[in-house]
């Protein structure tokens, strides 16, 4: 089984937005909830470097061990995914989150949570792949019909990878020899306790 | 003679050329290969290990209206994981498994702290009924947001095994409501609870005394020290719950509505506080009621009934009845029963 990661070449990420517009769309994520977002550092300033951030489906994940109702799970992919059923929306996951992934739609009372929703990896939920239901609650299911997440596919350079771990940290390796640098796999070490040698 | 001259200048300047490009040739290879290292656009590009050294959390900006989302990392996230997964819930089972473990000793030792005057039959009213509705309803709150909150720590490891994870998401969500609602009540209660018994509860010398003797609790044969309306025990209770209960709010508030007040580290400290303090409360408020019930003979009755017997008045609050007799009539304590001096 392939691990699946998600990689973004800050030297690559020019903001342009599209993986998050590609995912709201192919997700029909409702308005408030970003699955994905892109964020700046030092802009407008020498060495600015924009990345593209979403859940990275850590090793052991820690929304995971928090989660007080088991809600959220580990594929054999190694993607994280969770049942919005069992969710009770306590927003611990978002304080254990690393990345800020975990999100949820303002209902009920109080600043009161509805069931947390996030990155999906494209791989929809515990329903049955493709259906109804699961489209409904997660999204597509792109990774069941064969296909990566659409926010890497769609990335206009090529800046954010996702696929099998090797492989994409392999991509990424021969373009830091071959351009002469890379300032790093943003959110490896924390994500998945390694980095990228470059 | 110009035209020479032009020829004669252009001869030159052909030759020059000619000249600097045979020089410049054999250096030119190691020019082009430098020339990466001169435009390295990662010279002074933002590393992920320098910030993470510097900040514990990288922030930078971002284009949706959600201010949290500019967070690009906060590593301390997995801290405050094994805050949640391992140290609250051993922090939560000492204090409370060693509570009733210290209880269940404490009454196998020293058993039920008797009435060694008996009963006198003549009672005296030791909280009026707004006294007892609001003792009551706040500790209705706090059993019920104790078992729904204690749920959130302990019932995946508990709970979940035994029922159906539907069911107990069911009543997981059940209990996060009547968690957030019964908190009005609850802050309400402990509120009123301040006011109405801010005047028994101050500090005063006979603390110490009290305390020294440890209440006259710990030897069968020890008479409990003199004391007002509220022992240097109870005084501790009361402000446990004044404090204890004001913190819960003050950081239930902040969990109930996110991200008012406070970033996401605010919030991640918020709920530390709001658990620690927690499983602290629910600990001694066991305590509280053990002393309250099957500790202490004649206890109960004080917050059930209303009223106290007169003798239980006046082996445990000698100087409390003292006040109240001299405040009905400016007379000795009835005469009905046993008139033994307080010690």
């Known amino acids: 089984m392939a691990r699946m990661k998600f990689l973004c070449d800050a030297d690559r990420c020019i903001e342009c937005n599209a993986c998050v517009t590609a995912c709201k769309n192919e997700h029909e994520v409702p308005w408030g909830i970003n699955r994905r977002r892109v964020v700046t550092l030092n802009d407008g300033q020498p060495g600015e470097r924009s990345v593209s951030m979403a ?21 054999a992919d190694a993607v994280v995914l969770h049942s919005k059923d069992i969710c009770i929306g306590c927003g611990y996951c978002f304080y254990a989150c690393p990345f800020g992934a975990p999100q949820y739609p303002k209902v009920g009372n109080f600043g009161s949570r509805g069931k947390m929703d996030k990155c999906t990896y494209c791989a929809g939920g515990p329903e049955a792949d493709g259906s109804k239901e699961e489209y409904e609650k997660y999204g597509a299911n792109r990774l069941a019909e064969g296909k990566l997440p659409l926010c890497a596919e769609m990335c206009s350079t090529k800046s ?36 990228i040698a470059s | 003679m110009s035209t020479l001259l032009r020829t004669f200048r252009l001869w030159t300047a052909m030759l020059a050329l000619a000249g600097l490009a045979l020089v410049a040739t054999p250096a030119a290879p190691p020019s082009f290969a430098q020339q990466p290292s001169q435009v390295n656009p990662t010279a002074d590009a933002v590393k992920e290990d320098q910030l993470l050294n510097q900040l514990r959390i990288i922030n930078g900006r971002g284009t949706i209206p959600d201010v949290k989302s500019y967070n690009l990392e906060q590593p301390r996230g997995r801290d405050w994981r094994s805050f949640q997964e391992v140290t609250l819930p051993w922090i939560g089972a000492i204090a409370i498994l060693g509570m009733l473990a210290l209880l269940v000793l404490f009454y196998l030792m020293r058993g039920m702290v008797r009435l060694e005057s008996g009963r006198s039959g003549r009672t005296i009213v030791r909280f009026n009924a707004f006294e007892r509705f609001v003792h009551w309803m706040t500790a209705t709150c706090f059993i019920i947001l104790a078992i729904t909150g204690l749920n959130i720590t302990f019932g995946r490891k508990l709970l979940l095994p035994l029922m159906s994870p539907d069911a107990f998401t069911a009543w997981s969500q059940a209990g996060k409501y009547a968690h957030n609602f019964l908190s009005f009540p609850f802050t309400l209660g402990v509120v009123l609870i301040f006011l109405m018994w801010i005047g028994g509860n101050l500090p005063s010398g006979s603390d110490i005394e009290w305390l020294r003797k440890g209440g006259g609790l710990l030897r069968r044969s020890a008479h409990a020290p003199p004391a007002g309306r509220f022992n240097a025990g109870q005084k501790m209770i009361y402000w446990i719950v004044v404090l204890g209960g004001g913190a819960m709010a003050a950081t239930g508030y902040m969990l109930m509505f996110p991200f008012y007040l406070t970033d996401v580290a605010g919030m991640q400290n918020t709920a530390m ?7 602290l409360f629910v600990a001694i408020m066991f305590a509280h009621a053990y002393i309250g019930t099957i500790g202490m003979e004649g206890a109960f009755e004080a917050m059930g009934t209303g009223t106290v017997d007169v003798n239980w008045a006046r082996e445990h609050h000698s100087k409390w009845l003292e006040d109240e007799a001299a405040k009905s009539r400016g007379a000795a304590p009835p005469s009905g029963a046993r008139a033994t001096p307080a010690e």
């Open chain 1, 55 to 75: 859940c990275m489906h850590c090793t052991d994940a820690p929304c995971q061990a928090v989660c007080p109702t088991s809600a959220i799970f580990t594929t």
């Open chain 1, 160 to 195: 954010l990878l996702a696929g099998d771990g090797d492989i994409i940290a392999q991509i990424y390796k021969e373009r830091v020899v071959k351009r002469g640098y890379g300032s790093g796999a943003w959110g490896w070490k924390t994500a998945y306790r390694e980095t």
């Open chain 2, 273 to 279: 506080v709001h658990g620690i303090v927690a499983v």
